[in-house]
């Protein structure tokens, strides 16, 4: 369940840091607001989507599951299995836990309706969520990797096949047990929740007393903590869905690019320089092995949702020189920066811009169209709290 600091007055805030972020610099330690929801609509190439936020007892009846837009910082990360992942790896329907900000000015509303039906009708579905001014999503984790992450483990307590109940406790490893779920909690599940178990795949009749799990849900805080949507029975099944996960993510960056900040730019004469960049999290230790000192890479400047224009003719040469290491990094920092030199300074290699970084060796290619901006976009940000408007003819 999720934090229910929205209807505290404005000025309780004044103590805290404000939960706002920029686009171009990494938002303060510990400002972030704590959202949960399912995922009920996504268009993954502009790094945005709905949630229907979780239903709590502060909230008014009339403005629960009003849609939560929001749109993926450049730094923001998704988390799945335990694993970074991209928007395109969260099935519909699964629900999350998530890390917003306040988004810019004029870029939200909260506009309800007065709290009768036909209020209710009125809202739904195009207003928006009270929590709707939090529109800049700085992490957003599967439930499997959000209780990981904490060090927590389910145990099944008993199981009912016939009324398709299961009960399970939460067992955690650290000091954050009163984040998410807690105690037994009981989850509904069906023929069509998936499982698995070991190296196999399994179903629900394979769920048994004293097993410990890790689960995603959906349907969340509608009748009860939710619905069983997957499940992982023991250690060896959830490490191999955490392994797969980063198979599937390091591939998505080998032919993309891991997103960064440029922080600092050297000319030196013409058109080349010494550029030093910040690493957005998503990026670990591992990934030094493919980015080592020394050797070239192709740079693609990109958009803040980290979209290129034209990834195929636009990437350019680099030559890595150093991989610095930075202690206690913000949110959204990766703990790395990187030092690299080009001959060719872009119009958008400059302080403050995104870009995405391949190691040595990765293929040249081009995207398909969809995920081009160049030379029209043909993806309309439809999902944007306030899209541009068309111009009248």
């Known amino acids: ?22 686009l171009d610099a990494f938002p303060e330690p510990d400002a972030a607001y704590s959202i949960s929801g399912e995922l009920t609509m996504v268009d993954h190439l502009n790094r945005m989507g709905i949630l229907r936020d979780d239903r709590t007892d502060a909230q008014n009846k009339y403005h629960q599951d009003l849609p939560h ?6 730094y923001g990360m998704v988390y799945r299995c335990g694993a970074p992942a991209t ?22 509303r909260v506009n309800l309706q007065n709290t009768n039906y036909s209020a209710q009708v009125k809202n739904s579905p195009n207003a928006f969520s009270p929590d709707s001014q939090y529109s800049h999503a700085l992490r957003l984790e599967d439930d499997f990797s959000f ?17 398709r109940k299961l009960v399970a406790e939460r067992i955690s490893g650290d000091t954050a047990a009163d ?14 929740t998936r499982v698995w178990k070991g190296r196999s795949i399994a179903n629900v009749a394979d769920l048994e007393h004293g097993q410990d799990i890790l689960f995603n849900l959906t349907w969340a805080t509608l009748y009860g903590p939710g619905r069983l949507k997957e499940v992982w029975i023991g250690k060896e099944a959830q490490e191999l869905a955490t392994q797969l996960q980063e198979h599937t993510f390091a591939e998505n960056q080998r032919l993309r690019g891991f997103g960064a900040r440029v922080l600092h730019v050297e000319h030196q004469g013409q058109t080349q320089g010494v550029v030093r960049a910040v690493l957005y999290q998503g990026f670990r230790e591992s990934d030094l092995q493919s980015f080592n000192p020394k050797t070239t890479g192709s ?3 990109v958009e ?11 990437a350019i040469n680099v030559r890595y020189q150093a991989f610095p290491k930075i202690e206690n990094p913000p949110p959204g920092h990766s703990g790395y920066e990187v030092e690299f030199h080009t001959h060719q300074l872009l119009e958008g290699i400059r302080p403050g811009r995104s870009i995405r970084l391949r190691a040595a060796g990765a293929p040249r290619i081009t ?10 976009d043909i993806r309309p940000r439809y999902l944007e709290v306030n899209p541009p408007r068309e111009e009248s003819k």
């Open 87 to 108: 928007l395109k790896h969260i099935p519909l329907g699964t629900h999350l836990h998530g890390q917003f900000h306040i988004g810019p000015k004029g870029g939200y």
């Open 69 to 74: 837009h929001f749109t993926m910082l450049p």
């Open 147 to 163: 209780y990981q992450l904490h060090g927590a483990i389910w145990r099944i307590v008993s199981i009912d096949q016939e009324t």
């Open 1 to 22: 369940m999720r934090t229910i600091m929205l209807f505290l007055p404005i000025f309780a805030w004044a103590s805290t840091p404000e939960p706002t972020a920029q």
């Open 299 to 301: 740079l693609i400047v």
């Open 304 to 314: 803040p949702n980290l979209r290129s224009h034209d990834q195929g003719n636009d």
């Open 179 to 192: 984040e998410g779920l807690t105690g037994k909690q009981t989850f509904d599940f069906d023929s069509a």
């Open 367 to 376: 995207l398909p169209r969809e995920e081009r901006v160049s030379p029209f």
